[in-house]
Every structure is written in C-alpha cells, then in structure tokens.
C-alpha cells in the first residue's frame, strides 16, 4: 500500500499528464523537448511536519518541483500558456480529490538555457507545496 506522501504525488502526476505537455517524473531531461513542452515532477522534500497531540498527528508541507520546459521560436508565449495550465489544473482541485489538505504552486523564475545547434531552452522550476496531515511519519 502506498503512503500518503506517495499517494498524492502520484495524484499531482496524473493531474499534470492531463496536459497537452508531456509531463514526467523523476526522469531525467531528454534530449528533445516535445513541441508542446515538457514537465518532470519532482519529489522534493517534506521538511519537519509540525505535530499536534490527542490524537497525534503530522502536518506536512511537501515542497515538490515541476521543471518546466519548452524549446521554439515563439517560447516566451508557449512557457507562459505551460506556465498558466499548470495553474488552471492545480486550482481546478486543490485537495487532489481529498487526497491532500491543500495545494499551492510559486511563481517560476524563468531562465533561458543555450542549447548547442539548437533553439535555447526556456525552462523554470515551478515549487508547489502539498499541506497534508498523517498518524505515522512512514505512513
């Protein structure tokens, strides 16, 4: 049986794959980013949990990343329509289905990536941050 942190992950991932982008995780960055662009969700960390007693419980805040990626002539407009779908799906559901407390994504900072005979990259990390509270800290 998976854990919470695992279960809502996996949760974020499948939301993400509903995307015209394809979107990955974990994985490393492939050679060519599809036309559409590309996601890598990654784990990130859960940090310390803040813990409430009677009953006892673990009050997470996962800091998970999604590397966000697009490569083209027009990428300024195509990072900022990646950019905007991943908001619209994240705040189409912010408890992943009750799956988590709540669910919120930073601004990326947009970067430009040279690529070597090829179009540079436009890519961000966009940090999004899981509240979910569980009984045991391996559950």
């Avoid at 990130?44 to 083209?72: C, K, W």
């Avoid at 994240?90 to 289905?97: E, F, K, N, S, W």
């Avoid at 947009?110 to 690529?115: E, G, M, N, Q, S």
Wanted: glycine letters at 6%; hydrophobic letters at 45%.
């Amino acid at each position: 049986m998976p854990t919470t942190r695992e279960t809502v992950l996996t949760a974020l991932h499948a939301r993400l794959s509903k995307l015209s982008s394809t979107a990955l995780r974990g994985d490393v960055l492939p050679e060519r980013v599809p036309p559409d662009g590309l996601l890598i969700l990654r784990d990130g960390e859960p940090g310390e949990p803040e813990v409430t007693l009677s009953p006892l419980r673990y009050h997470y805040q996962l800091r998970a990343e999604i590397e966000a990626f697009v490569q083209g002539a027009d990428r300024d407009a195509a990072f900022d329509a990646l950019c905007a779908s991943i908001g619209t799906v994240i705040a189409a559901d912010r408890t992943l289905g009750g799956l988590c407390d709540w669910i919120e994504a930073e601004a990326p900072r947009p970067v430009d990536l040279p690529v070597e005979g090829a179009a540079s990259l436009k890519a961000a990390v966009i940090p999004v941050i899981l509240h979910y509270t569980i009984a045991d800290p391996l559950a």
